[in-house]
T-cell receptor, first 115, second 113 residues
Framework: DAGVIQSPRHEVTEMGQEVTLRCKPI?????LFWYRQTMMRGLELLIY????????DSGMPEDRFSAKMPNASFSTLKIQPSEPRDSAVYFC?????????????FGPGTRLTVT | GQQVMQIPQYQHVQEGEDFTTYCNSS?????IQWYKQRPGGHPVFLIQ?????EVKKQKRLTFQFGEAKKNSSLHITATQTTDVGTYFC?????????????FGQGTILTVHP
């Protein structure tokens, strides 16, 4: 069974450009999480969904960030306009509420560089 | 909000030495999870502890949850170069935040051959 799939794996863009990160969670999982990881701030939760509905977006840095989950098998994280301080690795993770442990399965991440 | 503190931030060991990382909370936790992230990789779930005083083992790794459920530890016996990476503890919230994990800052382990 495929794990969490993220695309692109690497993205280099110029300041001011729009960036869209994509995620396909594990089939059957009902939770989806977007994280950002930097050396300075560690692993930060940006937003998470349950059954495609955003539950908590308190970690979204500012209005430049938005996330959607139009269906159970796809989610996007958009940054518009991008800034150099957005450079980080963005992880998508999914989990299933029916598990004994609420472990999260992480995708390989998208390494974003904004110049 | 509820947070966990991990120590040490960095640990350098010689291959064959033991390693321990600690996760501490000021409040009682309902559970604790541990993840490992290899350099350049993504976090991978290792284990979950839920019971007071619980101890679980995975080969050379021993996980403990404190009696008061405010601290946890991960101990690796006789480290190998394959143990290199960052070890995170995390706890899951309940109630309206069900499913959400809060991660510690992680302990970066380096193993010198």
């Amino acid at each position: 069974d495929a794990g969490v799939i993220q695309s692109p794996r690497h993205e280099v863009t110029e300041m001011g450009q729009e960036v869209t990160l994509r995620c396909k969670p594990i089939s059957g999982h009902d939770y989806l999480f977007w994280y950002r990881q930097t050396m300075m701030r560690g692993l930060e939760l940006l937003i998470y969904f349950n059954n495609n509905v955003p539950i908590d977006d308190s970690g979204m840095p500012e209005d430049r960030f938005s996330a959607k989950m139009p269906n159970a098998s796809f989610s996007t994280l958009k940054i518009q306009p991008s800034e150099p301080r957005d450079s980080a690795v963005y992880f998508c993770a999914s989990s299933f509420a029916g598990q004994t442990a609420l472990e999260q399965y992480f995708g390989p991440g998208t390494r974003l560089t904004v110049t | 909000g509820q947070q966990v503190m991990q120590i040490p931030q960095y640990q350098h060991v010689q291959e064959g030495e033991d390693f321990t990382t600690y996760c501490n909370s000021s409040t009682t936790l309902s559970n604790i999870q541990w993840y490992k992230q290899r350099p350049g990789g993504h976090p991978v779930f290792l284990i979950q502890l839920v019971k007071s005083g619980e101890v679980k083992k995975q080969k050379r790794l021993t996980f403990q949850f404190g009696e008061a459920k405010k601290n946890s530890s991960l101990h690796i016996t006789a480290t190998q170069t394959t143990d290199v990476g960052t070890y995170f503890c995390a706890f899951a919230r309940g109630g309206t935040s069900y499913g959400k994990l809060t991660f510690g800052q992680g302990t970066i382990l380096t193993v010198h051959p």
